[in-house]
């Protein structure tokens, strides 16, 4: 579930107006994105906006969070370091009446 939810994110992040290009790299485990803008004078705000816009478009209707961090720049080039976090549910019961309680659950 995850994969497709990283590859509508860079099918949407792609269309977006201020960006040219963007590709997925998996280094040490940790996914970055580049993205190239499409105008030298682009604002990061801008490809910041379209990485979120992006994002929410692909966790749309499902439990998943993400979590974006600018890493650096160069040239027309933008670094960042972008996580979808699936989150984890609980196994047991552990006495605190939580609100997500397996025991709540049929």
Not at 35 to 59: G, N
Not at 73 to 90: D, G, M
Request: with cysteine; net charge positive; aromatic share 12%.
């Amino acid at each position: 579930m995850l994969e497709e939810v990283w590859n509508t994110f860079l099918i949407q992040l792609q269309r977006h107006p201020h960006v040219r290009t963007c590709t997925k790299k998996v280094i040490a485990g940790i996914p970055f994105i580049y993205i190239e803008f499409a105008l030298p004078d682009t604002p990061q705000l801008k490809i910041d906006e379209a990485i979120a816009a992006s994002s929410k478009q692909a966790i749309q209707g499902k439990s998943i969070t993400f979590d974006t961090v600018f890493v650096r720049s160069e040239k027309n080039l933008l670094i960042y370091r972008h996580r979808f976090y699936v989150p984890q549910q609980k196994m047991f019961c552990c006495g605190n009446v939580c609100s997500d309680c397996t025991r709540f659950k049929q």
